[in-house]
């Protein structure tokens, strides 16, 4: 088993006034060698954005983008006229693919959003955009993983062999996690809590990535959420 711990305090960190972004891997001004992805997973950044700010008009292209809400709504904007809002509990991906251009903005004038932007290499370039957005209850993620994404499509998908899913376990829970194909690899997140994974100890916003394993245990040790992330491991 091979296993990468990524601590809360050693990520990146901006601070723009209206944007606070912490970056798990190498983003923008943020670069470590050591940190450029996990297998197909390229971007994971952890943003709180203030009442009525956000990101202007900005392209993308070539890039499987999942956006995920942890408190407040974000207003999505496109150039082909798309206009959503994802709230708590919603998801939504977007495939860039041959390049869109896109704005988010806090929808609230007041108080502030929280949300993760993850970004996964696709399989295949230069595919025609798309969108999707689904909200998931809560109650399905308790004391259980909750399939986000899959590719069997049977909730949201990406251009890319990847699942995400959430639990939130109560203190005392096991289970056990095993890769999905071969080659793959999982990454945990931790959104709050504490955690036992394969023997180390994870607290809130705590990652590990796990890769050439058979099987691994987590010991939910104190009331926990969090995110697991299943890609190939690219080279």
């Not at 992805?37 to 950044?45: P, S, T």
């Not at 998931?136 to 069997?152: H, T, W």
């Not at 996690?177 to 709050?192: D, R, W």
Request: with cysteine; glycine share 8%.
């Amino acid at each position: 088993m091979k296993k990468i711990i990524h601590c809360a305090n050693t990520r990146g960190y901006a601070n723009h006034g209206w944007l606070k972004s912490h970056h798990t891997f190498s983003f923008a001004s943020y670069y470590d060698p050591e940190r450029i992805h996990f297998g197909a997973l390229r971007v994971l950044n952890d943003d709180q954005v203030k009442g009525g700010m956000g990101f202007g008009a900005h392209p993308h292209d070539n890039m499987e983008i999942v956006s995920i809400v942890l408190d407040g709504s974000l207003e999505h904007r496109d150039n082909t006229g798309k206009q959503e809002v994802i709230r708590k509990n919603d998801i939504q991906v977007m495939s860039a693919g041959t390049g869109v251009v896109h704005s988010e903005f806090n929808a609230s004038k007041t108080d502030d959003v929280s949300f993760l932007q993850i970004w996964v290499i696709p399989n295949e370039r230069n595919v025609t955009p798309r969108y999707d957005q689904q909200t998931f209850d809560p109650a399905g993620r308790e004391n259980r993983l909750q399939v986000l994404i899959s590719p069997d499509k049977s909730a949201l998908w990406l251009h890319q062999d990847a699942w995400f899913s959430l639990g939130k376990f109560d203190a005392g829970k096991t289970l056990d996690i095993t890769p999905k194909f071969q080659g793959a690899g999982s990454y945990l997140f931790v959104l709050s809590g504490e955690l036992n994974v394969a023997g180390e100890v994870l607290h809130t916003r705590d990652a590990i990535g796990l890769s050439d394993y058979d099987s691994a245990t987590i010991e939910v040790i104190k009331p926990a959420e969090f995110l697991l992330i299943d890609v190939p491991m690219l080279q």
